[in-house]
Nanobody, 124 residues
Framework: QVQLVESGGGLVQAGGSLRLSCAASGRTFSTLSMGWFRQAPGKEREFVAAVRWGGGTTDYAGSVKGRFTISRDNAKNTVYLQMNKLKPEDTAVYYC?????????????????WGRGTQVTVSS
């Protein structure tokens, strides 16, 4: 089992920045691909970003590419999502996810592990 705990959400003005963190425990972190999804009110959950277990491969949704950066620190068992130039449409609950695979990470709603989410609200 893997436990994922997100932190770092909050309220920020448009154009501002936030950094989300996701701390993992319970399994060798370096063997897991890690990522972020988000869900806005009334909308389906969508993929945001992911990083492969080695850290050298990343993937981003088109809507956040160039503004968000995902990274991982295997020594701290933590994955980060640096969010810059935030927009009101980025408002959502952000969920951390982990899985042993990679090729279908962004499209799979059936990943192995999920956190409980952290709220990000961007005011205009």
């Amino acid at each position: 089992q893997v436990q994922l705990v997100e932190s770092g959400g909050g309220l920020v003005q448009a154009g501002g920045s936030l950094r989300l963190s996701c701390a993992a425990s319970g399994r060798t972190f370096s063997t897991l691909s890690m990522g972020w999804f988000r869900q806005a009110p009334g909308k389906e959950r969508e993929f945001v970003a992911a990083v492969r277990w080695g850290g050298g491969t990343t993937d981003y949704a088109g809507s956040v590419k160039g503004r968000f950066t995902i990274s991982r620190d295997n020594a701290k068992n933590t994955v980060y999502l640096q969010m810059n130039k935030l927009k009101p449409e980025d408002t959502a609950v952000y969920y951390c996810a982990a899985d042993g695979g990679w090729s279908t990470f962004r499209s799979s709603g059936n990943l192995d592990y999920w956190g409980r989410g952290t709220q990000v609200t961007v005011s205009s």
